[in-house]
């Protein structure tokens, strides 16, 4: 896997993925989602990050890896409704327990159909997942309404009558044992499985009921499925690849170690490198100067990188991302009374979660004035046809800007795991002392794994405005400053948003103090799908970094985990070689 470098001087990026990507294998590991492809695809595959294992627990627990209980605090609820009539100034709309004047109608009882659609596409309802084993493929839909476009197999919603069937008949049949992606996010409540995140809030989701050794297991396990049954890399032939690591800038030391382990030693690729989502970025999109600003469903961070080196002292992790929106949407929708009767919770049943996100996505968006739709709303109850309620939606733009007033969304309702679980270096080590490698039995895999600080991380319950302005001016350089406000670039599902641009643009540049030499800011187009940009980077850095030290061994991480007399270590992508970076640009 050795490159020339004569070669590289002269060769384009897109032919060197070409000829070189296909045994590259590029892992983007979010809180929600999971981005993986082979590095020459022009897009990864994008998975819900999660599992549903069979459970025989009376009273079954629908979901083992969240807190839930969702209800809000009065002072909370207050902030809420003080957030709400700051942006319906701001927006223009009316406050949030004022009626629309002159109107015969309230506004919490608007007319339905004196709104148009918004778009013109069809809401299609999800359907529930098959949940066993070997079952023949079930016959077309007629209407073509009751199916779900992901891209895989149609199923035809699940009827009474024959879900009555299924229960007939469900002796002679085996459950699947688990179910990865959003087919586990769409399995009926009442069948007897249990879902699993095993990354919340940019951390793997440890808690006093979800332990480490169970997180690991399911990550290896939806890595492993995506990899055999999507990109259908089975196990045996995983010797031939590499695998890039990209990973958010929230993730601790420990955290990193234990997904080199699970993508060496379980996985069982021959090589990984590890670079960090903020560098990454700037690969992707081709600038070797920017302010990055990587919108996740779960996590909003900042970081600055200039010339190809990432400022660790200009990290902000902000703790509330897109599902906090969709929640939102819900909150706002109920309090003006246009939700449906009908019982949605978006912390038991995942597919209400799936639902809510979808509404976002199609009618969300940030401009001033009243922002109202006529929508699909589709209901789940246990085993039954998806309810449909025609229902107009109201104050569409105040949810996204809970980015600027992250009171409006009530984000904490995940409460973080002890930092002892990532700072304590001989607690977190403590199972690892007695982990079984094949071959070699058991062995201290840190042993000579140097402890690295952690890296200064910051998590603010400030706006998204302040925070790029607060990571910008850390810098401390005026030159920079204004380079990094002009090179401002979103990235992230969130950053679809649309009016999201010009809204950080003018909220940044408010945020600037008076008396910063500052007077302009500008957000940079994305090259590429912004949701995708950290992964492009990744397969990009893959492609060039020629140098390879960075790269660890499947044989050298079993046999002694790192070896510090060799210098090897993974790679720390706060730093990169100057000439890689030169490369990229000329």
Known sequence: MAFNQDYLKTVVPSQLLAERGSNLVVINPGSANIRIGRAQQDSPLNIPHCIARRTSQVP?????????????????????????????????IPFLDEEVPNSSYPRKMGRVDAYPPQNNKKEIPFTWTEVFENTPPP???????????????????????????????????????????????RISPNEPYCLRRPIRRGHLNISQ??????????????????????????????????????????????????????????????????????????????????????????????????????????????????EDISRCLLWTQRHHQTWPPIRTDAFTKPVDLLTLNKLKESYCMIREGEVEAVAQVHSYED??????????????????????????????VYPPPPRSWFNDYDDMLEDTW????????????????????????????????????????????????????????????????????????ERVLHAIPSHEAIDTVEVLQSRTNPAFVSWKGGAVLGILDFTRDGWISREDWIRSGIDTRIRRKYKDSYYLQAHTMAYINS
């Open 434 to 505: 007695h982990m079984d490698f094949p071959g070699t039995g058991a062995f201290p895999m840190w042993e000579s794994y140097p402890i690295f600080q952690s890296k200064p991380k910051r998590e603010d319950n400030i706006g998204l405005a302040e925070a790029i302005a607060k990571s910008i001016l850390s810098t401390a350089r005026i030159d920079l400053q204004r380079k990094l406000f002009c090179s401002m670039q979103l990235i992230g599902g969130v950053a679809l948003t649309d009016g999201l641009i010009p809204a950080v643009e």
């Open 60 to 92: 079954k627990r629908n979901v083992q890896d969240q807190m839930l209980n969702s209800q809000v605090t009065t002072a909370q609820h207050m902030e809420r409704e003080r957030a709400y009539d700051i942006i319906a100034s701001l927006l223009k």
């Open 139 to 185: 016959p077309p839909s007629s209407g073509g309404d009751n199916s779900i476009t992901n891209g895989e197999t149609s199923e035809p919603p699940i009827t009474k009558e024959n879900n009555n069937t299924m229960e007939l008949s469900s002796g002679e049949r085996k459950y699947k044992e688990y179910i990865c992606g959003e087919d586990a996010l």
């Open 209 to 322: 009921h979800y332990s480490m050794q169970q997180v690991l297991e399911d990550l290896q396990t939806i890595w492993d499925w995506i990899l055999t049954e999507k990109l259908n890399i089975p196990q045996h032939l995983r010797h031939m690849y590499a695998a890039i690591l990209v990973v958010p800038e929230t993730f601790d030391n420990r955290e990193i170690k234990e997904m080199i382990s699970i993508v060496l030693r379980d996985l069982q690729f021959s090589l990984t490198v590890v670079h960090q989502e903020g560098l990454a970025a700037i690969f992707g999109n081709g600038l070797p100067t920017a302010c990055i600003v990587n919108m996740g469903a779960q996590v909003t961070s900042v970081i600055c990188v200039e010339d190809g080196v990432a400022l660790p002292s200009t990290l902000i992790s902000l703790r509330y991302g897109g």
């Open 383 to 412: 085993g039954m046809v998806p309810g449909s309620h025609k229902s107009r939606l109201t104050a569409l733009n105040v949810p996204p800007m809970g980015l600027f007033y992250p009171t409006l969304l009530v984000p904490d």
